[in-house]
């Protein structure tokens, strides 16, 4: 009672539980990929045969969300967010640009622009590893594996990129032969 008397509130009442951070942003990420789905366009794209299904990229992502949350719930519950500092900056960034890639490359099929998106996220997700590690060496250690499949969906939407700049290139090429002989 002394707290409401003196009119401070109680730090300790105004915090997120552990279990938001961590769901949240998991539950962000699922609802992307459930409403926004496929499309016809990307599954059309030329593929190396390394690039991964669909199914698996967004396994992945959801993984990669649940595993940041855990770690930004650790940092959280250690006090690592307050006192200044970029990391909660970085974890919504990351949290965003997360969530915004699915709709952007699958559903809607803007390659160049998500691969823009793409290399923000992998600066995101490597801000994160070195303000989350000053704060607790263990949550480095959890965004360490989200760091290598940022930088691995970036390689694919760059991959995604140029094989579909090429084909769109050798298609116009084409057109202009035939524009010339016909």
Not at 60 to 69: Q, R, T, Y
Not at 160 to 174: G, K, P
Request: one cysteine or more; charged letters at 10%.
């Amino acid at each position: 009672m002394a707290n409401r008397s003196s009119g401070r509130r109680n730090p300790r009442r105004a915090t997120w539980p552990p279990w938001a951070i961590t769901c949240i942003p998991l539950l962000l990420n699922a609802a992307a990929i459930y409403i926004f789905g496929s499309s016809r366009k990307f599954e059309s794209l030329p593929k190396p045969d390394w690039f991964p299904p669909l199914w698996v990229i967004y396994l992945g992502s959801i993984g990669s969300s649940l595993v940041m949350g855990l770690a930004a719930a650790m940092v959280w519950a250690g006090g690592g967010f307050g006192g200044g500092g970029a990391a909660v900056h970085l974890y919504v960034c990351e949290v965003s640009l997360s969530v915004v890639w699915p709709p952007l490359v699958v559903r809607i099929g803007a390659g160049l622009v998500g691969a823009v998106y793409s290399c923000a996220h992998f600066g995101a997700v490597l801000g994160c590893y070195w303000a989350f590690g000053r704060r607790s060496p263990k949550a480095r250690k959890l965004v360490g594996p989200c760091l290598g499949w940022a930088g691995f969906v970036t390689v694919c939407t760059f991959k995604l990129v140029r094989d579909s700049q090429v084909s769109t290139l050798l298609e116009l090429v084409d057109l202009f032969v035939g524009f010339l002989v016909g």
